[in-house]
């Protein structure tokens, strides 16, 4: 984990985020715990978002650590995340900031959160989150191109630095800003330890999980066609849990589909399973990735995301490498495949502690 170094000092640091809701994925649950980790070390901190939507529980969490949570409501136009009651609130909120994180691009909070924080003199970071990945830029290209060129490059170039998750995304960052990329940590997401460790160790099922959003990003349909090539026993089941997003699943005999799950239930699902799987084709980091590791469980990642410590189980984005990853992870015992991940695993503990990570990202 490559870090500037940063100050001891108590400050009150504001994260301002167009969504913290509970089916905003793993952007809005790392907005939330980081946001928890650094109020857990003393600091002031304020959670900046819109409403609309119900809130992730982590947001919970948050207020009975002591943060000032706002919720803005929000207004047309929409498809920009709009908020005309932030548009006269934000500064108030921000005056006497030591620092603004802004999370992600296209939206009009991080445009109008930038363009506030450098009229009042606080100096702000922005995290996107994967929103420089060309193969996300090339989903909605031309009104991402618009708004690229009239609001995200500016702010970004004009960021005290960028948080990039894995040395991928900040190539991503410098090849998209060239000279005036600002300088950039690269600070992977955490797991909330405390919470997976009070969940007590599962029976390990044979199961395949998919755990995330339905999207045409994740490469689901890349994994139902290696699940059909692999044709396994029907000691074997594949889950699929999480919010739908533009991806329909087709109907199979062989496929569970699962509504989205959180907390506890999240937990045991993890620890249940005896492989998790991320078919994505494109990912800035994979913070259900960690969670997995966290929980014990053996992983395969296409390399649709920064995960080249799985090794072999790290494997091209296609139907045939998932399906070859598969075969072999599900061909091992469960002592078996424990043993061959144990290095990562007691890795995965060391580096994707929330309360390191919340240190690291402190101005």
């Not at 919970?60 to 920009?80: L, Y």
């Amino acid at each position: 984990m490559s870090v500037i170094p940063t100050s001891n000092a108590r400050s009150h640091l504001v994260h301002l985020v167009a969504g913290c809701w509970a089916d905003g994925g793993g952007l809005s649950e790392l907005v939330a715990a980081t946001v928890l980790a650094q109020a857990q070390l003393g600091h002031q901190v304020s959670l900046l978002f819109l409403g609309g939507q119900a809130e992730h529980p982590l947001v919970e969490s948050c207020r009975k650590a002591g943060v000032r949570v706002r919720v803005f409501r929000r207004s047309w136009p929409r498809v920009i995340y709009f908020s005309r009651e932030m548009l006269v609130g934000l500064d108030a909120e921000l005056r006497g900031a030591a620092h603004l994180y802004l999370y992600s691009c296209w939206t009009f909070p991080v445009w109008w959160g930038a363009y506030r924080a450098r009229a009042l003199g606080v100096p702000y970071s922005v995290a996107p989150q994967g929103c420089l990945d060309p193969v996300r830029r090339a989903y909605g290209k031309f009104r991402k191109l618009l708004a690229w060129h009239c609001f995200d490059r500016a702010l970004l170039r004009r960021a005290t630095w960028l948080h990039a998750t894995a040395t991928s995304e900040a190539g991503w960052m410098r090849d998209a800003l060239g000279a005036a990329c600002p300088p950039i940590r690269v600070i992977p997401n955490g797991v909330d330890g405390a919470c997976f460790d009070a969940v007590p160790a599962q029976p390990r099922t044979q199961t395949v999980l998919y755990l995330g959003r339905l999207h045409p990003l994740k490469g689901l349909d890349l994994l139902l066609e290696a699940w059909e090539k692999i044709a396994p026993s029907s000691d074997w089941q594949l889950l699929i849990a999480g919010p739908a997003d533009g991806y329909e699943l087709p109907p199979s005999a062989t496929v569970r589909r699962l509504p989205p799950c959180y907390g506890a239930d999240k937990v045991r699902l993890l620890k249940s399973a005896s492989i998790f799987i991320l078919p994505t084709r494109s990912e800035n980091f994979g913070i259900v990735v960690a969670e997995a590791l966290w929980c014990r469980t053996p992983v395969i990642c296409t390399k649709g995301a920064p995960w080249e410590v799985l090794g072999e189980y790290w494997t091209e984005i296609s139907a045939e490498g998932i399906a070859t990853a598969l075969k072999a992870l599900m061909a091992l015992t469960l002592e078996e495949r424990e043993a061959q991940f144990k290095p990562i695993f007691d890795r995965a503990a060391m580096d994707y502690n929330w309360q390191t990570i919340a240190t690291a990202l402190l101005p």
